[in-house]
């Protein structure tokens, strides 16, 4: 079984950074994707960045640019870095672990990400 731990978030103004970390423990050999998903409310959960374990990554276009997402597989964690932040932008950040990034298996709690002046 694979757990994960989310840390960052929180409140930030128009234009500011933030970086959210997500670390796996437990059967982490079997993690091969990794990614921050978000959901903001009335609208569906969507993947925000996700990479796999060689380093390829896929990002939401609304954040290409902005975003930069890292991972250092010798300590299980993914890193998103998020830059130039947009009001837009927030939302419920979840971090997700499996075997493919269109089939994430376990899932985070979820960390605030709120971008307002």
């Known amino acids: 079984q694979v757990h994960v731990v989310e840390s960052g978030g929180g409140l930030v103004q128009p234009g500011g950074s933030l970086r959210l970390s997500c670390a796996a423990s437990g059967n982490v050999i079997v993690i091969n994707a990794m990614g921050w998903y978000r959901q903001a409310p009335g609208k569906q959960r969507e993947l925000v960045a996700g990479i796999l374990r060689g380093g390829t990554t896929n990002y939401a276009d609304s954040v290409k ?3 930069t997402l890292s991972r ?7 890193y998103l870095q998020m830059n130039s932040l947009k ?3 927030t939302a ?3 971090c997700a672990t499996g075997i493919t990034m269109a089939n ?4 985070g709690q ?3 990400v ?3 002046s």
Do not use: H, L
């Not at 250092?72 to 993914?78: G, I």
């Not at 994430?104 to 899932?107: E, F, G, L, V």
């Open 72 to 78: 250092d597989n010798a300590k299980n964690t993914v």
């Open 104 to 107: 994430m298996k376990t899932w």
């Open 65 to 67: 640019g902005r975003f």
């Open 114 to 116: 709120t971008v307002s």
């Open 92 to 94: 419920v950040y979840y």
């Open 110 to 112: 979820g960390t605030q």
């Open 87 to 89: 009001p837009e932008d």
